[in-house]
């Protein structure tokens, strides 16, 4: 975290911040299969499409010192502040077909666009709309989708191929799992998917009936583990990012986060001994993004919101746990979060949190969000260094070699 500070101190520049600027059966789907024409991947070694040969993507995979780390390169000056706080927001948007709004997001400047099953008819309409969109971005663009095993969460279903569910998969060998983790890499990789919001690191109860349920592993941290660890190298072979969720465990709450904000009880020795130790195998296995969930751990920090707690993100996320990757938000509109506050307000404490992506699940307070932020900057209630932080995480996660070395 220093390193990246001081890095920053020496490259950040820019305006004012009040400046506006195919299924098959279920023996079938773990077969291999080559890439559909088209296909893209910042872990694929490609560069993405849509980049005008402004800011490339590096060809070169991550750097030796771990996720999050690239190798030594170049370290550009940092864009304006306007041009940096859009990039930290990744966005859903309406329409099958490229239209005012999602190309509006992408002229914006947002770092990426979150695809839901609103925007998906069929392989060829999804690889032609990302193209179009992907062709607009100056910077590179994230795609990410959420693409869970099973059919819960499941936005491409029809399209990328089936999974059994992740309970059903943590009762396989792990080289079972992996295969068909890059099975489904692979699949949203050949449709100009960058990243998938998986896997689901959570622990259940032993019964799995909470929220959660067959979206987990496995009622056991070491199934989940290692599920869920050859699941995420899959995805990460097949071409996509894969981000882990929802830190630090969400597994055994009855209470829908979407709805109103869950509150987990467990003793300390029980999350560091069981919900946590996915999400540290995950990480030492080379994890780029964690997504942290809306829901109050009391043993960490009584009173805020995971996503909104500098204990939970900067404390034990980042110092006990030294991940340095993207830290990324669950969706802030949910209720665990709009029941108490604005949408703007929620991104705000987020990023001073140490969240490095926002995610909004619509478009409509996309330009709130960046005037709040924009303000927050000019008030001095967020510093630029913290934006200048989650900015060039957000470009080591996409592979932007623009700003590799910052």
């Excluded at 947002?110 to 839901?116: Q, S």
């Excluded at 699941?231 to 072979?237: D, E, H, N, V, Y």
């Excluded at 703007?344 to 969000?369: C, K, N, T, Y």
Aim: one cysteine or more; glycine letters at 14%; aromatic letters at 2%.
């Amino acid at each position: 975290m220093l390193a990246l500070v001081s890095s920053l101190a020496a490259c950040v520049g820019g305006d004012s911040a009040g400046e506006r600027p195919g299924a098959g059966s279920a023996r079938d789907q773990a077969g291999e299969s080559p890439s559909l024409p088209g296909s893209v991947g910042p872990r694929t070694g490609r560069v993405a499409e849509g980049e005008k040969g402004r800011w490339r993507l590096s060809t070169a995979p991550a750097g030796p010192a771990g996720p999050g780390v690239p190798a030594e390169g170049p370290c550009a000056e940092l864009p304006p502040i306007s041009t940096q706080l859009a990039q930290l927001l990744l966005v859903g948007f309406p329409g099958t077909t490229a239209g005012p709004v999602s190309r509006g997001l992408v002229d914006r400047g947002v770092g990426g666009l979150l695809l839901f099953r609103r925007n998906v008819v069929s392989a060829g309409q999804v690889r032609g709309l990302l193209a179009d969109l992907k062709e607009r971005a100056e910077i590179p663009m994230e795609v990410a989708v959420d693409q869970e095993p099973g059919t819960r969460v499941a936005r491409l279903a029809g399209i990328a191929r089936a999974s059994p569910s992740a309970r059903e998969l943590g009762r396989m060998p792990a080289d079972r799992v992996e295969r068909y983790g890059r099975a489904m890499g692979r699949d949203l990789a050949a449709l100009g998917i960058t990243a998938d919001l998986a896997p689901v690191l959570d622990v259940t109860g032993a019964r799995g009936d909470g929220v959660i349920g067959d979206r987990s592993f496995g009622g056991d941290p070491a199934t989940v583990a290692r599920a869920a660890v050859a699941f995420q190298r899959g995805l990460a072979a097949g071409g996509v990012a894969p981000v882990g969720k929802h830190f630090p465990g969400h597994g055994a709450t009855t209470v829908d986060s979407h709805q109103r904000l869950p509150v987990v009880a467990a003793s300390s020795a029980r999350l560091h001994g069981h919900d946590l130790a996915p999400f540290r195998a995950a990480i030492r296995a080379g994890l780029d993004a964690v997504m942290v969930g809306h829901l109050v751990v009391r043993a960490v920090d009584p009173r805020a919101p995971a996503t909104l707690s500098p204990a939970v993100v900067g404390d034990l996320l980042r110092g006990r746990m030294g991940f340095d990757g993207l830290v990324v938000s669950d969706a802030l509109e949910m209720g665990a979060l709009a029941n108490s506050m604005s949408l703007p307000v929620a991104a705000e404490r987020a990023l001073a949190a140490g969240v490095d992506q926002l995610i909004l699940s619509g478009h409509a307070e996309v330009p709130a969000v960046l005037d709040h932020l924009r303000r927050a900057v000019a008030d001095g209630r967020l510093s630029r260094d913290r934006v200048g932080q989650a900015f060039v995480r957000v470009q080591r996660f996409k592979r932007v070699e623009r700003w590799a070395g910052c």
